[in-house]
């Protein structure tokens, strides 16, 4: 079911199951994800998970005891308590029981956005302010073009920007404890 492009809210996640395609729905408000990403977004995103997942295997257990694990789109990321299923490019997850037959429940403890033309502004506004809300956290904001990332924290309820790293720099993530280079 082709849908337009809505910019009101009214669309649920039982309408969403029915739809053919990639669709994002924050918030009752239905977005359509294709075409899908170009290649330099799929080189940094497979650069990124690649470098996640080895930084994580030689980190071994946390989180009480958890593996964490590496997840990348497509993957449904459905946030407590709204009508909503977001599709992160990638997102880690050492709770082993947000893991799900149907994608990831509840708030990832990392959530990273590759920036682009189509999805920058609702990465850097409505993604950014719900991930806040949901208790992400972590939130990595990718620039390929400025060629930069820059690390949001959660501080008493409120994302800080907590380092802006450049190309070929190493990025401190799940507090601090998870050093990945960047580029």
Same mark, same amino acid.
């Given at each position: ?27 009752? #408000? ?111 904001? #990718?620039?390929? #073009? ?33 050093? #990945?280079?960047?580029?």
């Amino acid at each position: 079911m082709a849908l337009p492009q809505l910019k009101q809210p009214g669309y649920t996640i039982e309408d969403w199951k029915t739809w053919e395609g990639r669709w994002e729905l924050i918030h009752g #408000v239905a977005f359509d994800m294709t075409p899908g990403p170009g290649s330099a977004h799929q080189r940094q995103s497979m650069a990124l998970s690649v470098a996640l997942a080895l930084a994580l295997k030689a980190a071994g257990p946390r989180h009480g005891g958890n593996a964490c694990e590496v997840f990348a789109a497509p993957i449904d990321l459905y946030l407590p308590g709204e009508e909503s299923v977001y599709q992160p490019d990638l997102a880690v997850v050492c709770d082993p029981a947000k893991v799900v037959a149907r994608g990831l429940e509840g708030a990832p403890d990392l959530i990273v956005e590759i920036l682009s033309p189509s999805t920058a502004e609702r990465d850097r506004t409505v993604k950014r302010d719900a991930y806040e809300a949901a208790g992400v956290p972590e939130y990595l904001l #990718v620039d390929p #073009v400025a060629q930069v990332a820059q690390l949001l924290r959660l501080r008493s309820g409120r994302y800080r920007e907590t380092a802006r790293v450049p190309w070929g720099g190493t990025v401190a993530l799940l507090d601090g404890t998870l050093p #990945v280079r960047l580029g």
